[in-house]
């Protein structure tokens, strides 16, 4: 059985126990921050058992990290929230940290955080299966965030090796922090180098730590802005056009193409959508179906579409007549490719043929065709049912 929207109660309970681990991740993340900033501005605490054994200087750390480890979490949330095992797995390692921090802090303020994190790990391990998605980072990425983080393990090796050649550093956090400020540029000047090898090696540093910061921001960052940008637009980007390839290409959407849609998705078939409904562009993006913003009477958008590669065009929308002028491009710019047609009025099947469609169907013939086989007895229950069903 589903209810009035289509949704089984499978389907409700699987949306809200996502829902509910995305927003426990949440919830501890900012108590995480909240907890943090309070504990660190106290300078010490007496709260619970653990209180006499922490020193004010862990839990004034605990206080600082409390609140990294909150932003970290925000990240976690968000990967989780777009179903990615990534995201699960970092949730579940951060979860146990925060608690931890949680209890080191010994304030009275820190048990929401303890409690939350406790009762979040649970959720999060009963809804495992459903965040199932796979990271795709291509070779440019891969090669970014290793370029950042090589810098930043030769800056700190190689200030560390020369820490004598240094006023101010001692240990490896402090070639380490050195490192960071010099490669990010802020440079607060209270680690300096005094000898031209370690002045030379700065210059280095800088040089090489502008670089790959600025490489990584580009290349990992700048995929996400344009892929949130695409979303919001309702087009896809210039990297996923270049992958589509045998796929099925949907022109125009109304009441006809939602069931098209769904049997492709569920079918798991390559296919992008144009239309030129800016309405259904968000809901669809959302549902993870590729679209592209356009009409599809016009040459460009088909083009985008990657036309030329498609396996077939289906076009299934309430209008015979734009149907007609999408049929007529699509056939000028792939005489080769099949193209298939609803006909919302059974009167413009054959208009819909001479338009260059290879096979029309007016759902109107066909489910009376079907009814009348089912009431004179012959065994279309299968094909009747299913129709019925969805």
Known sequence: MSDGAGRRPDD????????????LALLVAGLSVVTGIVNIEQQAADFGPLAPHVPPMIQQAVGFTGALTGFLMVAAALALRRGL???WYATVILLPVTAIQGALQAS??????????????????????RFDRQVSLSTTQIAAGGALVGVLAYGTAGSYA???????????LDAFYYTLVTASTVGYGDITPTSPAAKLFSLSVLVLGVASFGIAIGVLVGPAIQARLSKALGKMTDSELELLENHVLVLGYGELTEP???ELADGDAAFVVVTANRDVVPDLAD???????GNPSDEDPLRRANVD???????????????????????QLRPDVRIVSAATDRENIRKLERAGADAVISPAVLGGHLLVRS???ADESATVDRILDE
């Open 260 to 262: 098209i849609v769904d």
């Open 162 to 172: 020369l820490r004598e050649q240094f006023d101010g550093m001692e240990t490896a």
């Open 85 to 87: 095992r990534a995201g």
């Open 287 to 293: 549902r993870g179906i590729p679209v592209v913003t």
């Open 108 to 129: 009275r303020y820190s048990l929401p955080l303890i409690g939350f994190s406790l009762v979040a790990l649970p959720v999060l391990l009963v809804t495992r299966s």
């Open 12 to 23: 409700w309970h699987r949306i809200l126990s996502t829902r509910a681990a995305v927003w």
């Open 309 to 331: 590669r498609a396996r077939a065009v289906v076009v299934a929308t309430n209008h015979d007549a734009e149907d007609a002028l999408a049929i007529l491009t699509a056939r």
């Open 375 to 377: 009431a004179l007895g």
